[in-house]
């Protein structure tokens, strides 16, 4: 079982930066991959970025490669989303997610957080 809290969202102009934590909790944080999500009002939830258990991979959505970085410490038990130059298209609640297979679908992560908002003004 794991239980994650998201932190860091806010408002921010357009080309700034944020960076989002999640906290993870539970005995099987270490084994796990992360991801995170977004999802913007009236959309669906669409996949940001994951990362593997060791860290050594990541992967991302093409709409934000090159400006946000995934990342994780395991000792700390939480995962980073690094978010620069942001654009009002980033506008959403962001989620992260907790799973055993890193896919860019949503039914594949098991666990999920409650979202942090993240606002981005032109």
């Known amino acids: 079982q794991v239980q994650l809290v998201e932190s860091g969202g806010g408002l921010v102009q357009a080309g700034g930066s944020l960076r989002l934590s999640c906290a993870a909790s539970?005995?099987?944080?270490?084994?796990?991959?992360m991801g995170w999500f977004r999802q913007a009002p009236g959309k669906e939830r669409e996949f940001v970025a994951a990362?593997?258990?060791?860290?050594?991979?990541?992967y991302y959505a093409d709409s934000v490669k090159g400006r946000f970085t995934i990342s994780r410490d395991n000792a700390k038990s939480t995962a980073y989303l690094q978010m620069n130059t942001l654009k009002p298209e980033d506008t959403a609640l962001y989620y992260c997610?907790?799973?055993?297979?890193?896919?860019?679908?949503?039914?594949?992560?098991?666990?999920w957080g409650q979202g942090t908002q993240v606002t981005v003004s032109s």
């Open positions: 539970g005995r099987t944080f270490r084994n796990s991959a």
């Open positions: 990362i593997s258990w060791t860290g050594s991979n990541t």
């Open positions: 997610a907790a799973g055993g297979v890193i896919s860019t679908t949503t039914t594949r992560w098991n666990y």
